[in-house]
């Protein structure tokens, strides 16, 4: 047996592996998304115990731990707490780059919402009032609110 040491190029095969999947979302997620698709309103989930409102809607409250289990009415509208702009396409998102993230605190919410701006980054500041624009045709995902939208200078 030879003891002399192998050497090698190492060798990178590229390609593109597609897995598709489904997955059921849950109680919170599924009545969060067929509430935007079937009454084109966005809803949250109340912690009994602290009052915390999230929204996507947590089952369990990310502050106390405890199970949330009442649904809240939220409002549309709300404050842009934080943004960025997209400039790398990455497969999964809503848009062809350059487009702007925002992190949203929707009025009757104490988490953030992350979703599209329909702005561009520069006429943008933190504080800006923004509201849903939701899609005629809705199909039970977060994208059926195509985006936010400035409704007044903050
Ligand atoms: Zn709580």
């Known amino acids: 047996m030879s003891t002399d040491k192998i050497s090698f190029e190492p060798k990178v095969l590229e390609g593109e592996i597609n897995i598709p999947y489904k997955w059921t979302t849950g109680p919170a997620a599924g009545k969060f998304l067929t509430t ?20 996507p809607p947590e ?3 990310g502050k106390c731990r405890k199970r949330n289990s009442e649904f809240v009415d939220i409002s549309d509208e709300g404050e842009l707490v934080s943004f960025t702009e997209v400039r790398v ?12 993230i925002g992190f949203i605190k929707l009025d009757g919410a104490d988490t953030l919402l992350i979703h599209r ?19 005629e045709e809705r199909e039970g995902h977060i994208l059926d609110i195509e985006g936010f939208e400035i409704i007044q200078e903050g």
């Open 36 to 55: 935007l698709r079937d009454e084109r309103k966005i809803i949250g989930l109340k912690c009994s115990s602290c009052g915390r409102v999230s929204v």
């Open 59 to 61: 089952e369990i409250c």
């Open 89 to 100: 396409p990455v497969f999964w998102q809503p848009a062809e780059p350059p487009f702007v």
């Open 117 to 135: 701006i329909l702005a561009s980054a520069s006429s943008l500041k933190k504080g800006l009032r923004v509201k849903a624009r939701w899609k």
